[in-house]
């Protein structure tokens, strides 16, 4: 795929991206990219670089060559328009903060160095609390929450940074059925509103549910384009390597 | 003099308010190092200090030879040798790839063996046998000036200033590091002032606690605040307190009994802090939790008859 024309109109976009990790590669020549206003699967089996992808694109982890732009401009030019949403296992869950103080987070860059933390900034958190349903679970130490409930105070988190572009990795992962539906429900309403999200997912059996578009990966890129294009048997075959055997 | 006197002789007040300033500015500066996960750099930074303190003796001796031992440039020492065993682990840890606990263990403890090797050739000189160099190993509480009382204050000022400004920032780092770097904050510098801090402190201790044992200085408060406590501020004051009561403890102990070993008797008072925060906290503590479960039994046993 040539990607040499310019990417303004997408929320993200990669250009021949390369990513070793030591001596072993993990995502090789990828190029893709994301119309704004769409929400995005990324998916592929486990090691096929998913969340590497979404580090990379956000300079946590440094790629090899290539690079990303982020509605046609480098990551530091688009401050604040690009919102984070790691894997839940990726914190320490026994830290000493609140669901409303892991929310205020987001707001930190608008609060600005060595400020505190104010009346109106919990009130806008609380209100991001409401809107995934977390309301009731403002003041609860983070560790005293479910899974669902830990990862929908991610989500709340998120929100209150007014992003553009949302990238998530494995929002999904371990939660209760009311969580999914709160997380997939406020995805569609961002992206009703012309937001972008690009969501790291696992569940084949509802990519065509939740999504417009998919990214399916497995070291490279395999197919990318809209659901219906890229779940076929072909193309699944090639990224799961046969060892995919339940597809209804 | 009886006991009393003596505790409140000009001396010993001066060696409590130092003890108290160190225990203030390591439960604050802990409460990060803990929340960092890096309970070991301050095990690493205190130990590292020795070959630093024993090499800043030698050029000030072969400078200077009539002045005899300056503190000042000893715990610069001490600092530049800190740093070095931190860059030194930070370094094996990226280019050899080596696990991470691995790592500590083999700077600790090869710093501290080249600290010792240093510390018998000052031994040897006739200006370094009386130079007390021992004394930054175990801890010499009696030995506080004024003018380490003055350093200390600046340091406890300092790391209150500093981490009031930097809560949010440094909190953030703690727990999303990811995050932290996404929203463009500068990672590095930010981990740079933290450890610089804890080097502070751990220089800073050396004379009264030691570098063996600053670093109990440094966890075991903050660990303690966390039976009492799920939110950041109450940690870093509780913390600041329990550091201050533990190390004033260890004061007076030093002032009753001359020849006791003050940075020993700072982390026995430290732990006893400690098993009384683990047993009572108003938190997690066991006490707190025995009687859940045994309302919870009892509540299973005698289901409500409605």
């Known amino acids: ?248 | 003099m009886n006991k009393l006197e003596v505790i409140f002789a000009y001396n010993t007040l001066i060696v409590l308010a130092g003890t108290m300033l160190l225990g203030i500015a390591a439960g604050i500066t802990g409460t990060f190092l803990m929340l960092r996960r890096r309970a070991l750099a301050g095990d690493v930074i205190g130990h590292a200090a020795l070959p630093g303190v024993a090499i800043a003796f030698l050029i000030y001796a072969s400078i200077a030879p009539e002045a005899g031992k300056s503190l000042p440039v000893m715990l610069l020492g001490g600092s530049v040798a800190s740093a070095c065993g931190m860059l030194a682990a930070l370094w094996l840890r990226n280019v050899g790839r080596l696990p991470e606990d691995a790592v500590m263990a083999i700077i600790l403890s090869t710093f501290f063996g080249a600290g010792v090797v240093l510390l018998s050739i000052v031994q040897a000189s006739p200006t370094g046998a009386q130079a007390g160099l021992r004394d930054f190993i175990f801890g010499q509480a009696a030995a506080i000036r004024i003018s380490d009382v003055t350093l200390l204050a600046s340091i406890t000022i300092g790391t209150i200033l500093i981490s009031n400004l930097l809560i949010k920032e440094w909190a953030l780092m703690c727990f999303d590091e990811g995050l932290a770097r996404v929203l463009g904050y500068p990672i590095r510098t930010l981990d740079f002032l933290l450890m610089a801090l804890v080097v502070a402190v751990c220089v800073a201790g050396m004379q009264a606690v030691g570098l063996l044992l600053i670093v109990a200085l440094l966890i075991i408060p903050p660990t303690a605040s966390r039976f009492w406590s799920d939110s950041i501020g109450p940690n870093l004051c509780l913390s600041a307190v329990f550091g201050a009561v533990s190390a004033t403890a260890g004061g007076i102990a030093s002032a009753l009994v001359p020849k006791l070993s003050t940075g020993a008797i700072i982390v026995v008072a430290a732990a006893v802090v400690l098993i009384f925060s683990i047993l009572l906290g108003s938190k997690h503590g066991l006490l707190l939790r025995w009687r859940a479960r045994r309302t919870m039994r009892d509540a299973a046993r005698n289901p409500p008859t409605a």
């Open chain 1, 1 to 248: 795929m040539k990607s040499n024309r310019s990417a303004g109109d997408s929320a993200l976009a990669a250009f021949e991206v390369t990513v070793a990790y030591r001596n072993t590669p993990v995502l090789t020549d990828l190029s893709f990219q994301a119309p704004a206003g769409t929400l995005t699967a990324i998916v592929g089996p486990n090691g096929a670089g998913k969340s590497t992808l979404i580090k990379t694109a956000l300079g946590l982890v440094q790629p090899l060559t290539g690079h990303f732009e982020f509605f046609g401009k480098e990551f530091r030019e688009v401050d604040g328009r690009v919102s984070y949403v790691p894997q839940r296992t990726s914190v320490d869950w026994d830290f000493p903060v609140t669901s409303l103080d892991v929310v205020c987070m987001g707001l930190y860059r608008k609060i600005g160095w060595f400020r505190p933390v104010r009346a109106r900034h919990r009130k806008r958190a609380m209100e991001a609390l409401a809107e995934v349903g977390m309301q009731d679970f403002a003041k609860r130490q983070i560790s005293q929450l479910s899974g669902g409930q830990q990862q929908r105070v991610f989500l709340a988190r998120a929100l209150v940074q007014d992003a553009e572009l949302f990238l998530m990795d494995e929002p999904l992962a371990g939660v209760d059925v009311a969580t999914e539906k709160t997380i997939i429900s406020t995805l569609h309403r961002l992206r009703d509103q012309g937001r972008t999200a690009m969501v790291v997912h696992h569940d084949l059996d509802t990519v065509s549910e939740y999504f417009d578009r998919v990214l399916l990966l497995n070291r490279k890129l395999i197919a990318e384009g809209a659901v219906e294009d890229v779940m076929t048997p072909d193309y699944l075959k090639q990224a799961y390597s046969g060892k995919l055997l339940i597809l209804s």
